[in-house]
C-alpha cells in the first residue's frame, strides 16, 4: 500500500473517531497519521503478502457466529448455576503451516469467543497456548483449535513478497 494512501486511511479514521469533519480534524489528522508513518514506518520485507479469500471470509464469520453463540450459552449456564464446576486448562497448538497472517486471525477469534483466551504464542516453534476456562475433553480442544486454524488458512491467502525490481 502506497504511504499516500496510508496516511489517507489513517486520516479518514481519525475522522470517524472525532464524528465530525472540520479544517482543524482534516489537519490534525493528516498530521498524526504523517508522524504514525514517520515513527513507525511499514516494512516491505515480509516474506509473503496477504489477501483475504471471500468464501473463506464467509466461512470464518460463520465459524465465530457459532462459536459466539456456543461459548456464550455455555458461559451463562456457569454463571447462573449455584456451584459452577470448572474444569480450566491450558492446551498448546503448533500451526500446520506457520504464518503470522494466521496467528493474528486465530488470535482474534480465541479472544472474542468468551471462556478461552491465548495465553502465549512462541513465534519460534509457530505455537499458541490457549487457556479454557472449561477444558473437560482435551482432545475436542486439539480439535476445535485445529478447525480454526484451517478456516483461518482458508480465509489468508498468502503470495510470495515480489522481489525487487519486479513488475506487481
Known amino acids: 500500500m502506497k504511504l499516500l494512501t496510508r ?6 479514521l481519525w475522522l470517524l473517531a472525532w464524528g465530525e469533519i472540520s479544517v482543524a480534524n482534516i489537519v490534525s489528522g493528516i498530521a498524526v497519521a504523517t508522524a ?22 464467509v466461512r470464518l464469520a460463520g465459524y465465530v457466529a457459532k462459536q459466539l453463540i456456543t461459548s456464550n450459552v455455555v458461559m451463562t449456564r456457569l454463571v447462573l448455576r449455584r456451584n459452577p464446576a470448572t474444569a480450566p486448562g491450558v492446551l498448546a497448538h503448533q500451526l500446520q503451516e506457520p504464518s503470522e497472517h494466521v496467528v493474528t486471525v486465530m488470535t482474534t477469534v480465541i479472544a472474542l469467543s468468551p471462556g478461552t483466551m491465548v495465553a502465549d504464542v512462541d513465534r519460534t516453534s509457530s ?20 478447525r480454526l486454524e484451517r478456516v483461518a488458512r482458508a480465509t489468508i491467502r498468502t503470495d510470495p ?8
Do not use: E, N, Q
Not at 7 to 12: D, E, K, P, Q, S
Not at 36 to 57: K, T
Not at 127 to 146: C, E, K, N, P
Not at 161 to 168: D, L, N, Q, R
Open 7 to 12: 496516511i489517507a486511511l489513517l486520516t479518514a
Open 36 to 57: 504514525l508513518m514517520l515513527a513507525l514506518p511499514p516494512s516491505d520485507d515480509h516474506a509473503s503478502r496477504a489477501r483475504i479469500d471471500l468464501v473463506g471470509a
Open 161 to 168: 513478497a515480489p522481489t525487487p525490481g519486479s513488475v506487481t
Open 127 to 146: 505455537t499458541i497456548y490457549v487457556h479454557f476456562l472449561i477444558l473437560d475433553d482435551i482432545d475436542a480442544g486439539h480439535r476445535s483449535l485445529d
